[in-house]
């Protein structure tokens, strides 16, 4: 499973990026999909995560009501729509992927080892 991030870029206070994370992966629809992100000197810290198909989605407090996780199964693309962006948005985004059965966006698996694939990030710079 390769997973390729993309739609990282220089924004200002109050703007929007959308960023992308398409999987070379058979059945995709079957992933479980979260983007985290990690800023310099900072603990990694997931954002949004989103099923398979029936639409459920996790969002953290500091991004809720900001940002929006989609999926497009026929693409093998799922899309972070980041609006309102702030300066302490500035991070690497990753985006990751998992089959676990059971597995549900929530809190609980908002965590490192609840994925099992890894994209290489893009980076995000939010000026003010």
């Known amino acids: 499973v390769q997973l390729q991030a993309s739609g990282g870029g220089l924004e200002q206070a109050g703007g929007s990026l959308r960023l992308s994370c398409v999987a070379s992966?058979?059945?995709?629809?079957?992933?479980?999909m979260g983007w985290c992100r990690q800023a310099p000197g900072k603990e990694r810290e997931f954002v949004a995560a989103?099923?398979?198909?029936?639409?459920?989605?996790f969002y953290s407090d500091s991004v809720k009501g900001r940002f929006t996780i989609s999926r497009d199964n026929a693409k093998n693309t799922v899309y972070l729509q980041m609006n309102s962006l702030k300066p302490e948005d500035t991070a690497v985004y990753y985006c990751?992927?998992?089959?676990?059965?059971?597995?549900?966006?929530?809190?609980?698996?908002?965590?490192?080892?609840?994925?099992?694939?890894w994209g290489q990030g893009t980076l995000v710079t939010v000026s003010s």
């Open positions: 990751a992927a998992t089959r676990r059965s059971g597995w549900i966006p929530s809190e609980r698996t908002f965590k490192t080892d609840s994925y099992d694939y």
């Open positions: 992966v058979r059945s995709f629809s079957r992933y479980g």
């Open positions: 989103i099923g398979w198909t029936d639409g459920s989605v």
